[in-house]
């Protein structure tokens, strides 16, 4: 699986860009709009010494005058399968790493790592070689999507290897992962689902809720039990309905969940992401992209786990029966759909891109926001939101293009 990773369509290598580094040089953006957890503020200015976003800097300071642009914070992807041509389920450590960086060129700073349905083995496998890189800082750690998810809303997941969340397996891939378990995705009304919910949540691990054919009741007891998470709301999962309101509107109504919504505008109509977005909050929302090896590369035929996948038009589906499979989306563009076609503000949007999920993996105390004593991960923004610089940790993966 993992040699026959990749594109054999479109041959278009990511490039890596290797940017001088300006760790260690005091720099201060000024004359931007600064997006702040209380709002944007006009003609503001990011101070950034070494890693971290500081509250003041040395004399000797870099000036980058940024104005009639946007800074924000780098974006928070809490479920991403791979990008650049990679997968994250599939890959070598090497095109884990150009998978990362793709992203990263598209502004996403942090991203927890997702895999797709697999045998038991091969996950627990790839659970350990993941959690070497999450030790390493590369990513904020695992997310298993499958294999306890039901097989009547399999997405693009291989059914043959679809089993329930029977706790005890569960237990193997968060000890796998080695405390880098951040969120497991699964069909909670399956024999052992409420059991396992409760076991993540001992183990400090997100219960998500998704790829399920759970009714209204269930997935309030799903959520009773310790459930946090709604994967990709309203796909892979039975439609709302006036008689049988199904998960989605028992995930919508309730406080204690956040909802993923993949903002591509293929997975979901503009309508129901307003829905949504408006029923549970800017709080309550994490945008995520769901990529799969495509994203940031190019339409081709490529491996989701061990299902081939064609990609045309920045679509993927399923060679088989065409089911979607995974988004080429990057974070940029999901900012730039949130305010420009979803008529969001510049703060709520970026609260769903960057604050809740930073909260969500428990990081709010170091990414998230543009605050002093954070990390310096940030992002430039022109007047149309457009992507023109990313920092990470203080180093530009982007330089600024202000021209
Ligand atoms: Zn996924």
């Not at 004399?59 to 914070?73: F, S």
């Not at 990362?100 to 797709?116: E, P």
Request: with cysteine.
């Amino acid at each position: 699986m993992a040699a026959d990773s990749g594109a054999r369509g479109t041959a278009r290598p990511a490039t890596h860009h290797p940017h001088p580094a300006t760790a260690g040089h005091p720099t201060i953006l000024t004359g931007a709009t600064v997006v702040l957890p209380t709002g944007p503020v006009e003609n503001g200015q990011v101070t950034v010494d070494g890693t971290r976003i500081t509250r003041s800097a040395p004399e000797n300071a870099h000036l980058i005058d940024v104005t009639g642009h946007y800074v924000i914070p780098g974006f928070v992807d809490l479920h991403n399968h791979g990008g650049g041509g990679a997968s994250f389920t599939s890959g070598t450590v090497g095109d884990i790493l150009k998978g990362i960086h793709t992203h990263r060129l598209h502004g996403t700073t942090t991203l927890v790592a997702s895999t797709v349905t697999g045998d038991m083995e091969f996950l627990t496998r790839r659970a350990g070689l993941l959690s070497e890189l999450a030790e390493q800082g590369e990513i904020a750690g695992i997310h298993f999507e499958g294999p306890f998810i039901s097989p009547c809303r399999k997405g693009a997941h291989s059914e043959a290897l679809l089993r329930d969340p029977h706790p005890a397996d569960v237990r193997k891939l968060i000890d796998a992962a080695r405390g880098r378990a951040r969120m497991l995705t699964l069909a909670t009304e399956l024999p052992g689902g409420l059991d396992s919910v409760r076991l993540l949540a001992d183990h400090g691990v997100i219960a998500a809720i998704g790829h399920t054919d759970a009714t209204y009741e269930q997935t309030v007891e799903a959520i009773d039990a310790g459930a946090t998470v709604a994967t990709h709301l309203f796909n892979a999962m039975p439609p709302l309905g006036h008689r049988s309101p199904g998960p989605i509107a028992a995930l919508l109504e309730d406080d204690r969940i956040t909802v993923e919504l993949i903002n591509d505008g293929t997975h979901l109509h503009p309508a129901a992401l307003q829905l949504a977005f408006h029923r549970a909050g800017a709080d309550r929302v994490a945008f995520i992209t769901d990529a799969m090896d495509a994203a940031g590369f190019g339409d081709g035929r490529y491996w989701l786990g061990p299902l081939e996948v064609e990609v045309a038009d920045g679509v993927a589906r399923l060679v088989e029966d065409g089911t979607i499979a995974g988004s080429t989306l990057t974070q940029d563009r999901a900012f730039q759909r949130a305010v420009t076609v979803d008529g969001l503000t510049v703060e709520d949007a970026v609260t769903a891109l960057c604050a809740n999920p930073a909260r969500l993996l428990g990081l709010a105390d170091t990414i998230g926001s543009l605050e002093p004593g954070k990390y310096a991960d940030l992002l430039i923004l022109d007047s149309t939101y457009e992507l023109k610089g990313v920092m990470r940790r203080g180093e530009w993966v982007v330089p600024p293009q202000l021209g």
